[in-house]
């Protein structure tokens, strides 16, 4: 053939036997390939299909921050409408219920998403509601927290969603009214150790728990108490909650590496376990010490130092890459040496949002970190860091899980994620990341990376033996297939993070295309509605529309339309209902009106 071709065009350094070579060798490759990929029964071959990249002009974004407050607007509007007063809508039936001690949880958590939005109207008609809360007993209520409030999500909920709303708006009342809730709430920590009980039984000013807590339930209320102080001048709360913070700290984990375990006695502020994760029951635990620390401005060092000992061990012990399609995610260990669970929590999806910001707003070194409080296991772990940049690090995790949190959405026929954990099965990232390191550190490091989609077609979704073939190559498996309107399976604040630290429009788009599926999948005429199934589209739903889709899921969506950031990451922190407080400015007219000085510094 080569002599039919022009002089120029022959390939000279090679004879035709090499060439022909060559060719039936690649040949071999792309059999080989296409035998590896999965196939259906039939001898169908499936291939992955291709991300599309898209480019969205900019007038765009405004639209789509817009179409973000209509979608407020219709839920807020049914729960006003229906449900007014009482804590939810049932947004299929048009009742309502209390289940957060019926003081009307939704409209305290919206109070702050309104005030971004502009909503003057909903604002000014939400405010006499305020004024009017006592706070006492409501005989609504009628599930399991008869009788009491629960700390931790009356803290989260209705007192940062005070707090927040008085940081954006100034109204007076919204700070009468969070100090008169913060001090009810207060008899929660009248405990040997200062950790707070479960609840408090506000009409015996009286708290009320077993003497084992939750991490997370004990230890996310330091940012709400801290600010509260601030506010008020109070240093009671800011006792309160630095009360939590030492004693959290003082706790020997040097078994753990440095990491607070799941569960704790509230007598004598020891851990009562060993098992380690960043989902349900300790997630917003690890959240606070970053936040708390980037809050006070950078002073409360205890927060960093447990931070960085808490990240270490998570990077070097929980973070797992599937086995086919290399997806970064991280998992729990009951034990210190005991085996992962490989279970990969949809709720840890905050945890990608929280390592970015830790990233942009810290300089994260392992030079800060205080080498005497490590303990053996700490040590091991800052043994292997040390050869790496901690911050570079810090973002190659957050992109990495960022994507793995993304496709559970993607993968699914509503583009809707799963609430429950999926079961994988992996190997441990850092061990290939230090394979990576030592081989030059070519290509991009394990786990980041565009990855294809695996979503189930019709035809697999009705045949459950196609489907199998189709859910190993997914490296995961669905236990529940609930969508509960979250913002960590919605994975939105995670993706609201990033976008706002690493300016990749990517993640801007990811939300758009879940913002899309949560209208197409979730809308119901009155507002918005959990769904039973993300296999089926259209989804079959539940009649619950938690207050922190207001709250969380359609705030952290609206700010990653928007391309004024009203609320700038190195001037506001979000409490983990992302409620936005300010980062103190110690000289600012907070400290000569609240007396700020009295706070430690
Ligand atoms: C929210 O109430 C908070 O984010 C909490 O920390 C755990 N998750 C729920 C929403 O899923």
């Given at each position: 053939m080569l002599r039919y071709l022009p002089d120029s065009f022959k390939i000279r350094r090679f004879t035709t036997r090499q060439l022909v070579a060559v060719a039936i060798a690649l040949l071999v490759v792309l059999a080989l390939y296409y035998n590896a990929l999965p196939h259906y029964s039939d001898g169908r071959r499936?291939?992955?299909?291709?991300?599309?990249?898209?480019?969205?002009?900019?007038?765009?974004?405004?639209?789509?921050?817009?179409?973000?407050?209509?979608?407020?607007?219709?839920?807020?509007?049914?729960?006003?409408?229906?449900?007014?007063?009482?804590?939810?809508?049932?947004?299929?039936?048009?009742?309502?219920?209390?289940?957060?001690?019926?003081?009307?949880?939704?409209?305290?958590?919206?109070?702050?998403?309104?005030?971004?939005?502009?909503?003057?109207?909903?604002?000014?008609?939400?405010l006499p509601v305020v004024e009017k809360a006592d706070f006492m007993p409501s005989p609504n209520v009628t599930n399991k927290h008869v009788g009491y409030a629960p700390f931790f999500e009356t803290v989260i909920r209705y007192l940062a969603g005070l707090l927040s709303a008085y940081a954006l708006s100034r109204e007076p009342i919204l700070l009468q009214q969070a100090e008169k809730l913060g001090n009810m709430l207060s008899p929660a920590f009248d405990t040997p150790s200062g950790f707070p009980l479960f609840g408090v039984n506000i009409a015996q000013a009286q708290g009320i728990g077993s003497t084992t807590g939750i991490l997370a339930e004990i230890a996310s209320c330091q940012l709400e108490y801290t600010y509260l102080a601030l506010l008020t001048g109070n240093k009671t709360y800011w006792d309160k909650a630095d009360g939590v913070m030492q004693g959290l700290a003082q706790a020997d984990l040097s078994a753990l590496?440095?990491?607070?375990?799941?569960?704790?006695?509230?007598?004598?502020?020891?851990?009562?376990?060993?098992?380690?994760?960043?989902?349900?029951?300790?997630?917003?635990?690890?959240?606070?010490?970053?936040?708390?620390?980037?809050?006070?401005?950078?002073?409360?060092?205890?927060?960093?130092?447990?931070?960085?000992?808490?990240?270490?061990?998570?990077?070097?012990?929980?973070?797992?890459?599937?086995?086919?399609?290399?997806l970064l995610y991280v998992t729990d260990v009951s034990r210190p040496g005991g085996g992962p669970s490989h279970r990969f929590e949809h709720l840890s999806c905050f945890f990608p949002g929280l390592l970015a910001l830790g990233a942009d707003q810290l300089d994260l070194s392992l030079d800060d970190l205080d080498l005497s409080a490590l303990g053996s296991e700490g040590l091991r772990s800052y043994e292997i860091l040390k050869h790496y940049d901690l911050r570079a690090l810090h973002k190659w995790a957050a992109e990495g899980l960022a994507t793995t949190c993304y496709l559970l959405y993607a993968d699914q026929p509503s583009g809707l994620a799963p609430d429950e954990p999926p079961p994988s099965a992996g190997n441990l990232w850092i061990a290939a990341l230090e394979r990576w390191r030592e081989g030059g550190q070519r290509g991009s490091p394990p786990g980041l990376g565009e990855k294809p989609t695996v979503r189930f077609t019709e035809e697999e979704l009705k045949n459950a033996k196609l489907r199998a073939i189709k859910a190993e190559w997914r490296d995961y498996y669905l236990q529940r297939t609930d969508y509960l309107l979250r913002p960590e399976a919605s994975t939105v604040e995670s993706l609201y993070l990033l976008w706002r630290t690493t300016g990749d429009p990517i993640w801007r788009e990811r939300g758009w295309a879940i913002f899309e599926a949560i209208e197409r999948e979730t809308k119901t005429p009155s507002a918005y509605a959990s769904i039973k199934d993300v296999l089926k589209s259209p989804a079959p739903q539940l009649d619950d529309m938690p207050s922190f889709f207001l709250a969380e899921t359609l705030k952290y969506l609206y700010l990653t339309f928007l391309d004024e950031d009203p609320l700038p990451l190195d001037r506001w922190v979000f409490n983990t209902e992302a409620h936005p407080f300010p980062v103190f400015t110690w000289s600012s007219w907070e400290k000569e009106k609240f007396g700020i000085g009295k706070l430690p510094s």
């Open positions: 499936w291939t992955p299909p291709p991300v599309a990249a898209s480019r969205t002009p900019p007038a765009e974004w405004q639209r789509r921050a817009d179409q973000v407050k209509q979608a407020f607007l219709h839920a807020y509007h049914g729960y006003e409408t229906h449900a007014m007063l009482h804590d939810e809508i049932r947004p299929l039936s048009n009742q309502f219920k209390d289940n957060f001690n019926g003081w009307g949880v939704t409209l305290f958590d919206s109070l702050d998403t309104m005030i971004l939005m502009d909503l003057n109207d909903e604002f000014r008609r939400a590496g440095g990491m607070m375990p799941r569960r704790w006695n509230v007598e004598t502020s020891e851990p009562t376990d060993q098992f380690l994760s960043v989902g349900a029951a300790t997630d917003s635990a690890h959240e606070y010490l970053l936040k708390q620390y980037l809050m006070t401005a950078k002073s409360d060092r205890t927060s960093y130092q447990m931070y960085l000992r808490a990240t270490n061990h998570i990077l070097t012990h929980l973070l797992y890459l599937s086995d086919k399609r290399g």
